[in-house]
Nanobody
């Protein structure tokens, strides 16, 4: 599976962006897809994930503001980010894998990674 993330950019606090993660591979629908982010001098952290059955889960920091969804026809996963805050500034990565449920927030459980897209939120 190859992943291509896009949709990042500069935005003011309170604004919104929609990230896309386009995947190749006929078995994409079987994979869990996660979004992670990494700010300068910080470790990469979990943001959200969506399982093959569209079950979603979010980090507390983004719950209620971000929404992850998938379109298996287009082989694409989206991350709608609303009410953005300066602390959301990071490089955002999408990843695909088949983690067990309890490991679905662990970046090491994902086998395939996109290249990252920068999100910069100004106050």
């Amino acid at each position: 599976v190859q992943l291509q993330a896009c949709g990042g950019g500069p935005v003011q606090a309170g604004g919104f962006l929609r990230l896309s993660c386009a995947a190749s591979g006929r078995t994409f629908r079987d994979y869990t897809v996660g979004w992670f982010r990494q700010a300068p001098r910080k470790e990469r952290e979990f943001v959200a994930r969506i399982r093959y059955n569209s079950h979603t889960y979010y980090a507390d920091a983004v719950k209620g503001r971000f929404a992850i969804s998938r379109d298996n026809v287009k082989n694409t996963v989206y991350l709608q980010m609303n009410n953005l805050k300066p602390e959301d500034t990071s490089v955002y990565y999408c990843a695909a894998g088949r983690p067990i449920l309890s490991e679905s927030t662990n970046l090491r459980a994902y086998n395939y990674w996109g290249q990252g897209t920068q999100v910069t939120v100004s106050s």
